[in-house]
């Protein structure tokens, strides 16, 4: 975890634009002021080492585009990469699919004092700082160089994808003499090489153009604009089509005088537009009219906008604080409401571990947050899979099946893109049975979609798409599972959330949502038929629903295999499992590798060593399918048993130990799973910040610590805060309402607000239930056992 070494952030000498509002609200002007240091994330030094894990947390994204937060300089270790949402091109490796496409580094920048370039790693450091802004998404840098000869330069960098326009990036270096005068030169370079593609560019002015084909037809165009603001400017471009653009401003600058080079860049592709080049040249056109303070201010605007919106407040826990700030921060990075056709990756646009592939990760992990903060954004992540029905019907036929089958990753059109193999740690090439075997993603995304209309009540996408998918994954799951002579549906060979495990039967995880599918499908035509009956003969015709198969949903899901036992109250993860080698995790605490590597694959296969939340992912999400003793005896089965080699697991492990009043426990898992990024627990930051694992800590403080659950005409609280957390605070979207909540342990309160909206229940643990209308305030306090009754007053 990265803990500022005090509480003082950059100076950062922005020049007022005209129309401008102060930009020193979000960069604090000299002498530095003292910020709350739960907003920043804060990298002093440099160790070369931990430079790609570095970038990964320090991008700066808005959904549409996102820039790893490499060095403008560059070092010898650093991975610079810039990901445009959406645009995949063929990998043509063995073993290759689709890769998330890379594009120039619209970052890359040179500073020369009398023409040595300025490098970390030659002459000597006196100050390097890089803080991420979260409140403002502001990534800044200050770093003060002696070079070889003794010159002291300050440079203060600045750098954004704007989140009001997502079009726009921008970056700002400020460089200052400190003890010589003499020649500097900044050369601003955007490289046309990655990934293959060819890039032509052209200059024009002050701005150029650098324009690109992927291999599967996207062009992207990006245009640059630069101005640099010193009395003694000498300024010279160049260009050469092969190697892309390099533009280099010279002056000479005088001891003590700062220079400002302002860069901003616009992109479009092919998948927004019919033509890019002309859509970002005038983009550009327009946008440099403003100024890049102005465009920060409007910037900062929008991610106020997002705080409000998902800010969650924990006093007590300042580690907890600064996390979930990150999360936030990434959340919101990663999501563009504004395109239905793309969706999130397993490293969002902040790396190339999995290529950008979609998982269910986005509908179980991510999900959540954005249909609770930002339901626009979750609706646009549902319609992207509402997009790609057609490619999962293609799957379910391809395998001998009806209905539709997800892709295990996807990427643009919904085509499994899922390898076939990878080279393992001891560089054998193993083969990934994952694409044709891990099914529970069609039961996943019904989940999401059933969760979302729950909690929105938005009925046009439940007509127009969410019942589609609801009724098209059950169809898969009638087929899918198989009636054998005990009479019983059994779905056989695939592979659970462990996917420590292959091949597996009637993984418990995987059924019980099949039958949980198939039961809301057929709510859904009763729904339809008694709320819409003039919308549903067009639903039914539209998918061809034949007159009993609603019932034989009903009758499939009642005798679905579920590896329940009554006697113990037990799910059996699979079937054969409880029959496996029982391995003693606890002998091996600290492990330098994941325990499917120190096992062996075979012994791994052989035990009850569980990779990750399988059975307890079930508790998650199933909360009020089961009794607190079913969820209670599986918790304590599992959690032993499980490695956590995914870093989906820790997060939910939080939020299932939190509900079972375990808050500290809980506590702790947190902990572990905010350590994967900020720490890199797991080694592998490096390849991208592990979205879900963000989406994660956001469910286990809301959905655990909070205890927040949907009953149809509110939201259910039940507050379990660890014992150092004071008190608890987030804003939630319901149906169209803003509601606070806000817990307390010390006196033992909770307040909620219904800030806008009609009047919505309110219930507290398993009772104290109220009516809230707009604009009251509504508190309760805590008795010796339980709660007491809800007191209402004017906000
Ligand atoms: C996990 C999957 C996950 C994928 C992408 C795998 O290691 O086992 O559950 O979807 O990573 O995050």
Redesign the pocket.
């Known amino acids: 975890m990265w803990i500022p070494r005090d509480n003082s952030i950059l100076s950062v000498p922005l020049q007022e634009e005209e129309g401008a509002k102060s930009a020193a609200l979000l960069l604090p002007v000299n002498p530095p002021l003292a910020i709350d240091p739960s907003w920043v994330l804060v990298e002093a030094g440099f160790e070369p080492q931990r430079e790609r894990e570095i970038e990964s947390i320090l991008t700066v994204a808005n959904g549409y585009v996102g820039t790893r937060g490499a060095l403008a300089e560059r070092t010898s270790l650093s991975s610079p990469a810039v990901f445009l949402a959406g645009v995949f091109d063929a990998n043509e490796a063995p073993g290759g699919t689709l890769d998330l496409v890379k594009l120039p580094d619209w970052t890359h920048l040179r500073v020369l004092v009398e023409g040595t370039p300025l490098s970390l790693e030659t002459g000597s450091i006196v100050e390097h700082r890089r803080i991420l802004d979260l409140q403002h998404g502001v990534l800044c840098r200050s770093w003060r160089h002696r070079d070889q000869e003794g010159r002291v330069t300050g440079l203060i960098f600045l750098r954004v994808a704007s989140l009001h326009d997502r079009h726009l990036l921008l970056q700002s270096v400020t460089i200052t003499p400190e003890n010589y005068s003499g020649m500097i030169s900044i050369e601003s370079v955007m490289e046309g090489t990655q990934a293959g593609i060819p890039w032509s560019s052209n200059v024009e002015g002050d701005g150029a153009m650098i324009v690109g084909r992927t291999r599967r037809g996207t062009t992207i165009a990006m245009a640059t604009h630069g101005k640099l603001r010193h009395e003694n400017v000498q300024e010279s471009s160049g260009s050469s089509p092969i190697e892309g653009l390099t533009d280099r401003r010279t002056w000479q600058a005088r001891r003590g005088e700062p220079a400002r080079f302002d860069r901003s860049v616009v992109v479009y592709s092919s998948r927004e537009t019919g033509d890019p080049p002309a859509a970002a040249g005038e983009h550009m056109r327009r946008a440099s009219g403003a100024g890049l303070d102005a465009h920060i201010v409007r910037h900062a605007e929008a991610w106020e906008a997002r705080w409000r919106a998902g800010g969650v407040e924990v006093a007590g826990d300042e580690m907890a604080q600064r996390a979930l700030r990150f999360a936030v921060y990434h959340l919101n990075s990663a999501v563009n409401p504004k395109d239905e056709y793309a969706s999130i990756g ?1 490293r969002a646009l902040t790396g190339s571990a ?1 290529k950008g592939h979609v ?3 986005t509908e179980i992990y991510l999900l959540p947050f954005y249909t609770f903060t930002d339901p626009s954004a979750a609706r646009t992540l549902l319609l992207y899979r509402f997009h790609t029905l057609q490619a999962a019907r293609d799957k379910a036929r391809r395998l001998g099946y009806q209905g539709a089958l997800y892709a295990w990753e996807s990427a643009d059109t919904g085509e499994d893109v899922t390898p076939d193999t990878v080279i393992a740690p001891d560089g054998r090439a193993v083969q990934v049975l994952t694409g044709v075997q891990e099914h529970h993603i069609s039961a996943d995304i019904a989940y999401a979609v059933w969760q979302y209309w729950q909690a929105t009540a938005d009925e046009a996408f439940f007509l127009e798409a969410g019942a589609d998918m609801l009724i098209e994954t059950a169809r898969f799951w009638a087929t899918r599972g198989r009636l054998e002579p005990d009479g019983r549906y059994h779905i056989r060979t695939v592979i659970g ?1 462990d ?1 420590y495990h292959e091949s597996v039967d009637d993984n418990a995880y995987t059924n019980v949502m099949a039958q949980w599918n198939l039961e809301r499908a057929a709510d859904t035509v009763d729904w339809l038929r008694s709320r819409h009956p003039e919308v549903w003969p067009i639903i039914s015709e539209r998918l061809q629903i034949t007159p009993d198969e609603p019932a034989s949903w009903r009758r499939t899901a009642e005798r679905m295999t579920t590896g329940f036992d009554r006697e113990t109250n037990l799910f059996e993860q699979f079937t054969g499992f409880f029959d496996l080698e029982d391995v003693d995790l606890a002998a091996y605490p600290a492990r330098p590798v994941p325990l499917d590597v120190i096992l062996g694959r075979d012994r791994t296969q052989k035990s009850k060593v569980v ?2 939340a399988d059975v307890v992912a079930l508790s998650a999400l199933l909360w009020e399918r089961f009794p607190s003793a079913v969820h209670e005896a599986n918790f304590r089965y599992y959690e032993p048993r499980t490695a956590h080699g ?3 697991s820790p997060a939910l492990h939080a939020l299932v130990s939190a509900r079972l009043g375990e808050a500290d426990l809980a506590a702790r898992y947190f902990h572990d799973a905010a350590a994967i990024d900020l720490s890199n627990h797991m080694g592998n930051a490096a390849g991208g910040v592990h979205i ?1 694992t963000l989406g994660g800590l956001w469910q286990a403080v809301v959905f655990g610590m909070g205890g927040v659950r949907l009953r149809d005409d509110g939201l259910v609280i039940h507050p379990n805060l660890p014992s150092n957390w004071d008190r608890l605070s987030f804003p939630l979207q319901w149906r169209g309402r803003s509601v606070t909540v806000a817990i307390n342990r010390e006196p033992k309160q909770a307040t909620v607000e219904l800030r806008t909206g009609d009047p919505m229940t309110i219930q507290l643990g398993q009772g104290s239930i109220q009516v809230m209308t707009s604009n009251h305030r509504y508190v309760i306090q805590g008795e010796r056992s339980g709660w007491g009754a809800w007191k209402e007053s004017k906000r």
Do not use: I, N
Request: glycine share 0%; charged share 25%.
């Open positions: 397993a999995y998982f269910w990760d959330p996917e990779k990750q995914s870093s989906l879900a």
